[in-house]
């Protein structure tokens, strides 16, 4: 029986030798042409799509190469798509996150297209978010250019709104020429009213007028024209003039919500330009005509009692006050509220509910005032006591902790209040902001200082990921042919060689169990990925489970400590004896939480190590660089055996050689393109460290810098503290004084009552005395 011919390894050697310049592709491809004689078609088959798939596999490798660049450059799309983020968070009114994503936009991505509209909606956010000065930066850069352009023309039009906003004029006439050179069809609808606030703040009211009645009727902004225009009319003097102003906005059809707050605002000036005229009936049924959902209803229900009141109709003012706390139960002027409805039954004669209302009010706010003169008074014995109160990082600060709880409700409006809860909100932002830094630099330094380092840069770890699928790919294949390999010199084997591939087996058994499932495609390790991402949320669930059981713990004290103030007076236990088993308490329930918040930012951290290995498949190269040379030292136990073989045998073994040692090349290739890509990675890393190490210096100086400010905001704050104080304890002793002048008109209407009718009843005696002397005259007359 004859065999096809077949070709030894000396053979495809030889040939290579004369075939020095060819290509090793096509090298490789001429192997695989000729391996195909070696066995049975079955086997040869199988040889082909061996041959074919390093074959792809070599250009896979090719291709990364060719692809690879050491420093990527910013991704141009990135900036489009955090300024779509960032629109999402503007739209959502969260502008304060809005300029965060848009400062990074900004700072990273000047060339970029998106640029220009990053800067602006920077500024823009920053308006919104009344930060005026950092806004007027951005909007000056946002108009540098001097394109004419729409957003441009917007910018200006914030800075002059701005200049309105800060009271800083001086480049008001720049700002409005610029406006003046943009020709008129390019012109935006809003620049004329724009052009009318800027001279209406400035004074020059005729200007104003003239910039406000130019816009028609069915221009975007006619009905804020048209306000505008009647407010520039009250400040000239000329109410008439500003009647038939108001009246026009009135009677203009609404658009948008914004119209109709313009036109309730209209409704206000109106009330109050028909209050100055004596004309009191219109100015209520201006009031009155504001909507129930107007932001402006509670303002107008108070004029609206005033009016009343002036015109003596005291039913009418009871029903507006009566409305605004239905309306709003808990508004801040609430207490005086109460007390002018009370004053109100004195002046219709309702002494037993005006008796109520001040009794009430007497009971309500004169514990209030004795405990706020309590707190003065201690503050008199210890001049730091009110910046203890706010504490060293301005952190401890609650209206609470000077202000019954009951009457928090009624003192936050108090500009006093404000300013106060301002400073410390604004110093608290501070502090956040810098701990939020430190905790990012210390999980950034945690990453660039752990072992997975080529995944944390995007671009390199996509480069790992698809390295890593050429090589599992070379892995099974090198496992698929040492194991033909071993099948084909198992009965060649020497005792000292069996003994030395059982020991080798042993391993090689363990490393590939561990390999067991190895992903040959990037869709496997994202499989992957998701799956070890899914395991570790399971674990911050957990640790989200409990941060709730911890909140609960928390609210269950915070009862209990209720339950004991409102129930002292039937209590045994001292408040002091149960003052230290609370703060224990307390103090474990925070021990509880601070424990559980780092066993989140753990979790987190090793989610993001471990899906940064899934996905790159860094997680396996150990295991796969110590499975590759136990298959060697296995290969190389088998190469003593081929020359037991037969000829037939030996052919099939150098045809398996071939196809592992083009393997070989492959991954060496593979192996050059990781060694780029971890040389880049580490290149990277120093880069980082360093600004890292920049921004850790920053930081540093930002926080002492901090440091200085807590130092004088806990004076200022402890003198606007005392400030505070000092206003509401005034407040509630003038509602405590007005409960008590109250209850003496009160005393008074009843005694002028009772004597009106003693009086009355006297009168009537006296007439009907008189009417009986009169009936009975003659009788009288007549016994003289």
């Given at each position: 029986?004859?065999?096809?011919?077949?070709?030894?390894?000396?053979?495809?050697?030889?040939?290579?030798?004369?075939?020095?310049?060819?290509?090793?592709?096509?090298?490789?491809?001429?192997?695989?042409?000729?391996?195909?004689?070696?066995?049975?078609?079955?086997?040869?088959?199988?040889?082909?799509?061996?041959?074919?798939?390093?074959?792809?596999?070599?250009?896979?490798?090719?291709?990364?190469?060719?692809?690879?660049?050491?420093?990527?450059?910013?991704?141009?799309?990135?900036?489009?798509?955090?300024?779509?983020?960032?629109?999402?968070?503007?739209?959502?009114?969260?502008?304060?996150?809005?300029?965060?994503?848009?400062?990074?936009?900004?700072?990273?991505?000047?060339?970029?297209?998106?640029?220009?509209?990053?800067?602006?909606?920077?500024?823009?956010?920053?308006?919104?978010?009344?930060?005026?000065?950092?806004?007027?930066?951005?909007?000056?850069?946002?108009?540098?250019?001097?394109?004419?352009?729409?957003?441009?023309?917007?910018?200006?039009?914030?800075?002059?709104?701005?200049?309105?906003?800060?009271?800083?004029?001086?480049?008001?006439?720049?700002?409005?020429?610029?406006?003046?050179?943009?020709?008129?069809?390019?012109?935006?609808?809003?620049?004329?009213?724009?052009?009318?606030?800027?001279?209406?703040?400035?004074?020059?009211?005729?200007?104003?007028?003239?910039?406000?009645?130019?816009?028609?009727?069915?221009?975007?902004?006619?009905?804020?024209?048209?306000?505008?225009?009647?407010?520039?009319?009250?400040?000239k003097g000329d109410l008439a003039s500003?009647?038939?102003?108001?009246?026009?906005?009135?009677?203009?059809?609404?658009?948008?919500?914004?119209?109709?707050?313009?036109?309730?605002?209209?409704?206000?000036?109106?009330?109050?330009?028909?209050?100055?005229?004596?004309?009191?009936?219109?100015?209520?049924?201006?009031?009155?005509?504001?909507?129930?959902?107007?932001?402006?209803?509670?303002?107008?229900?108070?004029?609206?009692?005033?009016?009343?009141?002036?015109?003596?109709?005291?039913?009418?003012?009871?029903?507006?006050?009566?409305?605004?706390?239905?309306?709003?139960?808990?508004?801040?002027?609430?207490?005086?509220?109460?007390?002018?409805?009370?004053?109100?039954?004195?002046?219709?004669?309702?002494?037993?509910?005006?008796?109520?209302?001040?009794?009430?009010?007497?009971?309500?706010?004169?514990?209030?005032?004795?405990?706020?003169?309590?707190?003065q008074q201690k503050a008199a014995t210890?001049?730091?006591?009110?910046?203890?109160?706010?504490?060293?990082?301005?952190?401890?600060?609650?209206?609470?902790?000077?202000?019954?709880?009951?009457?928090?409700?009624?003192?936050?409006?108090?500009?006093?209040?404000?300013?106060?809860?301002?400073?410390?909100?604004?110093?608290?932002?501070?502090?956040?902001?810098?701990?939020?830094?430190?905790?990012?630099?210390?999980?950034?330094?945690?990453?660039?200082?752990?072992?997975?380092?080529?995944?944390?840069?995007?671009?390199?770890?996509?480069?790992?990921?698809?390295?890593?699928?050429?090589?599992?790919?070379?892995?099974?294949?090198?496992?698929?042919?040492?194991?033909?390999?071993?099948?084909?010199?198992?009965?060649?084997?020497?005792?000292?060689?069996?003994?030395?591939?059982?020991?080798?087996?042993?391993?090689r058994v363990a490393l590939e169990a561990?390999?067991?499932?190895?992903?040959?495609?990037?869709?496997?390790?994202?499989?992957?990925?998701?799956?070890?991402?899914?395991?570790?949320?399971?674990?911050?669930?957990?640790?989200?489970?409990?941060?709730?059981?911890?909140?609960?713990?928390?609210?269950?004290?915070?009862?209990?400590?209720?339950?004991?103030?409102?129930?002292?007076?039937?209590?045994?236990?001292?408040?002091?004896?149960?003052?230290?088993?609370?703060?224990?308490?307390?103090?474990?329930?925070?021990?509880?939480?601070?424990?559980?918040?780092?066993?989140?930012?753990?979790?987190?951290?090793?989610?993001?190590?471990?899906?940064?290995?899934?996905?790159?498949?860094?997680?396996?190269?150990?295991?796969?660089?110590?499975?590759?040379?136990?298959?060697?030292?296995?290969?190389?136990?088998?190469?003593?055996?081929?020359?037991?073989?037969?000829?037939?045998?030996?052919?099939?073994?150098?045809?398996?050689?071939?196809?592992?040692?083009?393997?070989?090349?492959?991954?060496?290739?593979?192996?050059?393109?990781?060694?780029?890509?971890?040389?880049?990675?580490?290149?990277?890393?120093?880069?980082?460290?360093?600004?890292?190490?920049?921004?850790?210096?920053?930081?540093?100086?930002?926080?002492?810098?901090?440091?200085?400010?807590?130092?004088?905001?806990?004076?200022?704050?402890?003198?606007?503290?005392?400030?505070?104080?000092?206003?509401?304890?005034?407040?509630?002793?003038?509602?405590?004084?007005?409960?008590?002048?109250?209850?003496?008109?009160?005393?008074?209407?009843?005694?002028?009552?009772?004597?009106?009718?003693?009086?009355?009843?006297?009168?009537?005696?006296?007439?009907?005395?008189?009417?009986?002397?009169?009936?009975?005259?003659?009788?009288?007359?007549?016994?003289?």
């Amino acid at each position: 029986m004859r065999h096809p011919p077949r070709f030894g390894t000396d053979a495809l050697l030889g040939r290579r030798s004369r075939r020095r310049s060819w290509r090793p592709a096509l090298s490789w491809v001429l192997l695989s042409g000729a391996l195909g004689f070696w066995s049975a078609p079955a086997r040869g088959g199988e040889m082909e799509e061996a041959n074919a798939r390093l074959v792809d596999l070599d250009a896979r490798v090719r291709g990364l190469s060719a692809e690879f660049r050491e420093n990527a450059g910013a991704d141009p799309s990135q900036a489009e798509r955090r300024l779509l983020d960032a629109e999402l968070l503007f739209n959502l009114k969260n502008y304060r996150e809005a300029a965060t994503v848009l400062l990074d936009v900004v700072d990273r991505f000047p060339h970029s297209r998106a640029y220009e509209d990053a800067l602006f909606l920077l500024g823009e956010s920053l308006y919104q978010d009344k930060d005026y000065n950092s806004a007027k930066r951005y909007f000056t850069q946002a108009i540098e250019k001097r394109t004419g352009s729409r957003q441009e023309q917007k910018a200006v039009q914030r800075l002059i709104e701005i200049a309105a906003h800060t009271g800083e004029m001086d480049r008001i006439d720049d700002l409005l020429a610029r406006l003046q050179n943009v020709p008129l069809a390019n012109l935006e609808p809003s620049v004329p009213y724009v052009r009318g606030k800027a001279a209406y703040f400035q004074g020059r009211l005729d200007d104003a007028l003239e910039a406000f009645t130019s816009l028609p009727p069915n221009h975007p902004y006619y009905l804020r024209a048209r306000y505008f225009a009647a407010t520039t009319w009250v400040k000239k003097g000329d109410l008439a003039s500003a009647l038939v102003s108001f009246d026009a906005v009135l009677r203009t059809q609404a658009q948008t919500e914004e119209d109709r707050e313009i036109q309730d605002l209209a409704r206000l000036a109106l009330g109050r330009l028909y209050y100055e005229r004596g004309e009191f009936e219109k100015a209520r049924d201006m009031y009155a005509s504001l909507p129930r959902q107007s932001k402006h209803f509670e303002e107008a229900m108070d004029e609206l009692a005033w009016t009343a009141i002036k015109a003596k109709d005291y039913k009418a003012a009871y029903r507006a006050l009566d409305l605004i706390l239905l309306q709003n139960p808990d508004t801040p002027q609430g207490p005086e509220l109460r007390l002018l409805m009370g004053n109100l039954h004195v002046r219709v004669g309702n002494f037993a509910l005006a008796n109520d209302v001040f009794l009430q009010a007497r009971d309500q706010f004169a514990p209030i005032h004795l405990q706020l003169k309590l707190t003065q008074q201690k503050a008199a014995t210890d001049p730091k006591y009110f910046e203890s109160l706010l504490g060293k990082g301005l952190e401890k600060f609650d209206v609470a902790i000077l202000v019954p709880p009951t009457a928090v409700k009624w003192v936050k409006a108090e500009p006093e209040v404000a300013r106060v809860l301002t400073l410390t909100e604004d110093v608290s932002d501070l502090q956040r902001g810098i701990k939020e830094s430190q905790a990012t630099l210390a999980r950034l330094q945690l990453a660039v200082d752990g072992p997975l380092k080529v995944g944390i840069f995007s671009d390199l770890g996509q480069m790992r990921a698809n390295s890593s699928e050429v090589l599992n790919q070379l892995v099974a294949l090198r496992q698929r042919f040492v194991a033909k390999m071993r099948a084909l010199t198992a009965d060649k084997l020497t005792p000292d060689e069996k003994g030395r591939l059982d020991q080798i087996a042993r391993e090689r058994v363990a490393l590939e169990a561990e390999l067991r499932d190895l992903p040959q495609s990037a869709s496997k390790l994202k499989d992957r990925e998701k799956q070890a991402r899914a395991d570790l949320e399971v674990l911050d669930s957990r640790a989200s489970e409990f941060n709730v059981e911890i909140q609960g713990m928390e609210a269950e004290l915070v009862a209990i400590e209720q339950y004991f103030i409102r129930s002292r007076s039937d209590q045994k236990i001292k408040p002091e004896d149960l003052a230290q088993p609370v703060e224990s308490l307390r103090q474990v329930i925070n021990d509880l939480r601070d424990a559980n918040e780092r066993l989140r930012n753990e979790i987190a951290e090793a989610a993001h190590e471990a899906t940064i290995g899934v996905a790159t498949g860094d997680r396996d190269r150990n295991a796969i660089a110590m499975l590759m040379a136990v298959m060697k030292r296995e290969r190389d136990v088998f190469a003593g055996a081929r020359a037991r073989l037969s000829p037939s045998e030996q052919n099939d073994f150098d045809a398996i050689a071939g196809i592992l040692a083009r393997a070989d090349d492959v991954q060496g290739r593979l192996a050059e393109f990781d060694k780029r890509v971890d040389e880049a990675a580490v290149k990277r890393i120093a880069e980082l460290k360093v600004k890292i190490d920049r921004e850790r210096g920053e930081l540093e100086a930002a926080s002492r810098s901090l440091g200085k400010i807590l130092s004088e905001s806990q004076s200022v704050g402890g003198g606007l503290a005392q400030a505070m104080l000092s206003k509401i304890t005034d407040r509630f002793y003038e509602l405590v004084v007005q409960s008590d002048v109250g209850l003496v008109d009160v005393a008074w209407g009843l005694k002028d009552a009772r004597t009106n009718a003693v009086s009355k009843l006297i009168n009537q005696q006296k007439l009907e005395l008189k009417s009986v002397e009169e009936d009975f005259h003659s009788l009288l007359e007549e016994d003289k």
